[in-house]
Nanobody, 123 residues
Framework: QVQLVESGGGLVQAGVSLRLSCAAS??????LGWFRQAPGKEREFVAA????????RYADSVEGRSTISRDNTKNTVYLQINRLKPEDTAVYYC??????????????????WGQGTQVTVSS
């Protein structure tokens, strides 16, 4: 069974940093991405990473204050967001796919999804 399990979410104050983790099992993923969904809004792309980790992409909303990374020996992907804002409040999901993914911002391109971890940023 292929699984992606997120962790690291919680209730934090604006301005602090948070690092989310996503542990994959059952297979390795060439492409790993992070998405988020706020209450009443559609799910949106946050960040993606390929292969060894040298190719990354970020949404404008987190560009410059976030870092996506991966540890392939642990089959784990991380997302660190600095200077958190209340608008970062959402359920954060990790997703995995293979080499066939061309547009990493497209949620429909991914094959497997985690259950999500809640991030709540207070003012």
């Amino acid at each position: 069974q292929v699984q992606l399990v997120e962790s690291g979410g919680g209730l934090v104050q604006a301005g602090v940093s948070l690092r989310l983790s996503c542990a994959a099992s059952g297979r390795a993923f060439s492409t790993l991405g992070w998405f988020r969904q706020a209450p009443g809004k559609e799910r949106e792309f946050v960040a993606a990473i390929r292969g060894s980790g040298r190719i990354t992409r970020y949404a404008d909303s987190v560009e410059g204050r976030s870092t996506i990374s991966r540890d392939n020996t642990k089959n784990t992907v991380y997302l660190q967001i600095n200077r958190l804002k209340p608008e970062d409040t959402a359920v954060y999901y990790c997703a995995g796919g293979g080499d066939s993914i061309i547009t990493t911002r497209d949620e429909n391109a991914y094959d497997y999804w985690g259950q999500g971890t809640q991030v709540t940023v207070s003012s």
